[in-house]
């Protein structure tokens, strides 16, 4: 099949490879202007007549030219209509530089029939990607290749942090992807967060933030439009003065104010040398093609053959074209990398300097930058490694040969700026920060040190400790700093309050350490920071701004924020965190819940049915004791007629006596029954006893145990959380890093959606809420928890910490103060620093807990048995007075009876004595 297929072109292709034989190549050709056709005549004119050396192929080019279409369309059906249809072999187009339309219809329909295409004057990164644009090539670099010239020139004048703004489009992504690539193999910072939408209305907002850093290089890829409107928020920002260094992508140093760097492509608009360059490369590619014996085919002549019958051997073309270099070109060295873009670009560096625009310098692949003029100050010593000496001078004028920077200055900025006076933002949160009523005397150091007048850190709780453990648990050895601070409302009132507490004195400690002042202030109403995205209905765009203090850093109101902020993705993208000063996480606070003990906890081991059992059971046995010893011929009542006393026979209350002795192990040794059935059912009561004892004994400690709850949670996970119900209410802060944090986990979701009608507007709320009971559980961060539960211990913590983070300080994005304090915050956690303000501010006390100590009884516990006892101690005594009088009673009868008896006696005598002597009188 592949030798018919050769055959049959070669039969229809009568060609040679001869001297004598010319090949001809049809060459389409897209100008900007026809103006350039003149110089296509010409070129192909001098290339014919050429004569070709050696036996080698001969090649006679052949144009169709036409203008550049602005209609994307319409340039697809010439390509087609005027173009295939003659055979061209490739296709060479070129736009305009302020045309937007570039040639991708032109990439796509050649692409699609494989016919090469060279790009004169085209930079769109686009057409890099030959999964879009397999058969495209171009005498120019991308735009995206500036980064490697930018990147070098940082490194060249020892700039190690830039600021790059971009726009969002594909070239702007694409120039910053290639811009860290360079940047991260010459190890400098940059910072391509400053991303704006194309046609900017505004730049203030853009560049806001960018005051508030501490990076001075700013390097600018923009259209002109774009630029204009940067450059005039940048006047009125002030950063155009000295300190700052502006560097520009290709087109915009003309509009540019005096100072700034700007780099240009050499010869990149000169279409009338591209133009030349890659017709000769052209013709050189094809000679290269043929001469190693290749063959190659006719293109395509329409557009409506199917896609197996393409031009195949367009993809041969190509890949010589791409393999060729022309050495002497009229734009330097043109030769094609991997992705069909030239190699070896050249580039200008320019300066904008009060008489004009002046060329500093050039680059090239090889050599770099190599300056046309000093780099040093005039009056400045150039030390090797072209590094300046110090100088605090500017020169302003015109001093040439130098280089001139914003603020008409010659010496080269450091291209950063380090603040010594920062205006700090505090968050406010008990311990982290405090605050208190200004004094009337306007001292702040007057007041206590340690808040303890503030009421939420209020001592009172020294009282309630015992004086064993007043040492034991409370220890304050720190030295804390109370100082002023302006609360700033958002009425616009300002107020100025005294502010301690743990961040206080980590500032403090960090200003000493680090050589630098400051002035706190504080928002009012209290806020850390949170995203707020609208949608403006007049000009129908989203619109998304930061309150609080994470919005006081990026406007430029402060250059740190200090408070108990956490890491979040969504802050971390806006601002720079340090090394955490407090490691924490989240946990959940509850109420502690105390024993429910009562005057008769004493009897809670007994159901009251088996109190009354065994109170029966006494009584029944007593009562068959006095039986069985009353009808037993060996019992006492039957030895009554000896000469034993009265009190040896045993009655109905003595066999009671016995009952309750042997029950209460009180040693009864009189008394014991005498019959043999007596004593073998008091054997079987004494077991009885001991079983009921030993019952109550174990059932009373395990009753202690049972008043000694342990936690009902087990943690986030519990079911009570995962599965909520009315029954058992939680929440955390509305808006906090908390919520955020369930906000972005699937898993909660159901919590989240419950949580908000719970949640409370600051933690204080929260707290308060647990202790009088409208919340059951409040999820928060554990460090301001931990205080909570060390200043109040009718409050717990439970299950352990979950998302485990930490307490950093909020600084603007690249601050050059955010690795000197995380540097100085890790040594603090070395030398034990933290360890104090810990000790000093969160745990200062321990609250006794009931996992720490054995369980006791208490007077609530036992205050039945007192009451008990009194109430038998108060029987006792109504009963000896009921027994005296009964006895006087008895006594008083027995008299009675007594006199009774006598008198009957005395009369029955005086009857005797008398009635006879009556009688014989009467008679």
């Not at 144009?63 to 173009?83: G, H, Q, R, T, W």
């Not at 991708?104 to 494989?114: D, R």
């Not at 920077?405 to 505090?426: A, C, F, M, R």
């Not at 910490?801 to 955010?818: D, V």
Request: proline share 5%; hydrophobic share 40%; charged share 20%.
């Amino acid at each position: 099949m592949v030798f018919l297929k050769t055959l049959f072109a070669v039969l229809c292709i009568p060609l040679t490879v001869t001297s004598d034989t010319y090949r001809e190549i049809t060459i389409g050709i897209l100008l900007s202007d026809t103006r350039f056709e003149s110089v296509v005549d010409e070129t192909l004119t001098t290339l014919n007549a050429l004569e070709q050396a050696g036996e080698g192929p001969k090649v006679r080019l052949k144009s169709i030219v036409m203008e550049m279409l602005s209609n994307p369309i319409e340039s697809a059906f010439a390509i087609c209509k005027d173009f295939i249809r003659n055979g061209v072999y490739a296709m060479l187009v070129s736009h305009a530089q302020e045309d937007n339309n570039p040639p991708i219809s032109v990439s796509y329909t050649c692409g699609f029939y494989h016919i090469p295409v060279i790009g004169l004057t085209t930079r769109d990164s686009i057409f890099s990607d030959k999964n879009i644009h397999p058969t495209f090539l171009r005498t120019v670099p991308p735009f995206s290749h500036q980064a490697v010239v930018w990147a070098d020139l940082l490194e060249t004048l020892h700039w190690r942090k830039a600021i790059v703004l971009s726009p969002d489009s594909h070239n702007g992504r694409a120039l910053v992807t290639t811009l860290r690539q360079e940047t991260n193999r010459r190890h400098i910072l940059i910072d391509s967060n400053y991303v704006y939408q194309v046609v900017l209305h505004s730049a203030t907002d853009l560049l806001a933030p960018i005051v508030n850093q501490d990076w001075r290089v700013i390097l600018l890829y923009a259209e002109v439009w774009d630029a204009e409107t940067i450059f005039e928020a940048a006047m009125n920002l002030n950063m155009l003065g000295s300190g700052w260094v502006w560097i520009l992508s290709e087109g915009l140093i003309d509009i540019a104010p005096v100072g700034c760097l700007g780099v240009s492509l050499e010869d990149g608009s000169n279409e009338v040398a591209h133009i030349r360059d890659s017709i000769r490369l052209l013709r050189e590619a094809v000679v290269g093609l043929l001469s190693k014996g290749y063959i190659l085919g006719r293109p395509p002549d329409n557009c409506s053959i199917p896609d197996d019958q393409t031009w195949r051997d367009g993809d041969y073309l190509f890949k010589s074209i791409k393999s060729t270099s022309l050495m002497d070109g009229q734009t330097g060295i043109v030769s094609f990398n991997y992705h069909g873009d030239r190699q070896q670009p050249r580039y200008w560096l320019t300066n904008v300097q009060t008489h004009g625009v002046v060329t500093i310098g050039h680059w090239t692949t090889d050599n770099g930058w190599v300056f046309n003029v000093s780099l040093k100050a005039p009056g400045t010593t150039l030390y090797p490694g072209n590094i300046e000496a110090p100088d605090t001078t500017g020169y302003p004028g015109n001093a040439p040969g130098s280089i001139v920077y914003p603020g008409n200055i010659y010496k080269k900025p450091d291209g950063i700026s380090v603040k010594t006076h920062l205006k700090v933002t505090l968050v406010i949160e008990t311990p982290f920060i405090i605050t208190q009523e200004m004094p009337s005397g306007g001292d702040c150091s007057i007041l206590p040190r340690d808040g303890s007048n503030v009421p939420v850190s209020d001592m009172s709780f020294l009282d309630e400790l015992p004086p064993n453990r007043l040492n034991r648990h409370w220890s304050r050895p720190f030295k804390s700093s109370v100082l002023p601070c302006k609360r700033h409302s958002s009425n616009g009132d300002t107020d100025v309050y005294c502010c301690s507490g743990y961040c206080i004195d980590l500032l403090v400690t960090l200003a000493q350490e680090s050589n630098f002042t400051f002035e706190l202030s504080y928002l009012y109403p209290n806020l850390a920071g949170q995203l707020i995205e609208e949608y403006d209905m007049v000009t129908f765009t989203p619109n998304s701004y930061w309150n609080g203090a994470i919005g006081e850093l990026l406007y430029g109101e402060a250059d740190i924020v200090v408070g108990p902020l956490t890491y979040a993705p969504k802050r971390s993208s806006v601002v720079d965190f340090t090394n955490p000063f407090k490691h924490q996480g989240f946990t959940i606070l509850v109420k502690r819940d105390m024993p429910e003990s009562s005057m008769a906890s004493f009897v809670r081991p007994f159901d009251i049915t088996l109190w009354l059992l065994i109170l029966l059971s006494v009584h029944v046995v007593a009562f068959i004791l006095y039986i069985l010893d009353r009808l037993s011929p060996f019992g006492r009542y039957r030895v009554s007629n000896s000469n034993r006393h009265e009190d040896d026979v045993q009655g109905l209350a003595s066999a009671i006596w016995f009952t309750w002795g042997v029950l209460l192990n009180s040693g009864i040794g009189e008394g014991s029954p005498r019959s043999f059935g007596a004593r073998v059912l008091g054997m079987v009561w004494a077991g009885f006893a001991l079983i009921i004892l030993a019952s109550y004994t174990a059932n009373l400690a395990a009753f202690l145990m049972l008043d000694r709850r342990g936690t009902e949670l087990s943690g986030i996970d519990d079911a009570k959380f995962r599965n909520p119900s009315r029954k058992f209410k939680f929440g955390t802060v509305r808006g906090s890093a908390v919520e955020q944090y369930f906000n972005g986990k699937i898993e909660f979701s159901t919590m989240t959606h419950f949580m908000k009608e719970f949640s409370t507007n600051s933690p204080e709320s929260g707290v308060q809420s647990i202790l009088n009971g409208s919340l059951d559980a409040f999820i928060w961060d554990s460090a301001v928890l931990d205080y909570e539960t060390s200043k109040n211990c009718a409050l717990k913590t439970v299950g352990g910490l979950f998302h485990r983070t930490g307490f950093s300080l909020a600084l603007p994005k690249n601050s050059s103060w955010s690795s000197r304090m995380s540097s100085v915050i890790l040594n603090f956690h070395e030398d034990g620093t933290m360890e104090k303000l810990d000790t000093h501010w969160i745990s200062y006390r321990k609250c006794p807990t009931a996992e720490a100590e054995p369980a006791t009884l208490g007077i609530k516990n036992m205050a039945g048995v007192f009451l008990l006892t009194a109430g038998g101690i108060a029987t006792g005594v109504i009963l000896v007075f009921v027994e005296m009088a009964y006895k006087r009673h008895l006594v008083i009868k027995q008299q009675n009876e007594l006199a009774s008896t006598a008198l009957s006696h005395w009369k029955t005598s005086v009857n005797r004595r008398y009635l006879p002597t009556a009688a014989i009188a009467q008679q």
